[in-house]
């Protein structure tokens, strides 16, 4: 799947989102790769495995399945333009209102 200008604009205008002219390259590029990501993705043996079955049950095999504390929550809310305590401050999902209004 070729990834082009067309397709960054479109899928900016889906999120509702401006992307200034410089940045649609990049962007293309990002996409591509994310495209390619998921290619190789699709080279993993999948013979025998139910796409339907439970996952929670099983542990993960790349690492141990245990709680761990992200210590970077702090340096991460000191960056997001608006947050309210310790959460980050996001537009409604619904659609209503001003994107760009998050009070």
Do not use: N
């Not at 790769?33 to 439970?54: A, V, Y």
């Not at 245990?66 to 305590?85: F, K, N, Q």
């Amino acid at each position: 799947m070729a990834i082009d200008e067309k397709d960054v604009l479109h899928v900016a205008r889906l999120a509702r989102l401006e992307i200034p002219p410089e940045r649609v390259d990049p962007m293309v590029r990002y996409f591509q790769d994310i495209i390619e990501h998921f290619r190789t993705l699709e080279k993993c043996d999948t013979e025998g495995i139910d796409p339907f079955e439970e996952s929670g049950s099983h542990s993960c095999p790349l690492r141990d399945d245990e709680p761990e504390i992200w210590s970077y929550v702090i340096d991460a809310l000191e960056e997001a333009p608006l947050r309210e305590g310790r959460f980050f401050k996001v537009p409604a999902i619904d659609g209503e209102g001003d994107p760009d209004d998050l009070s």
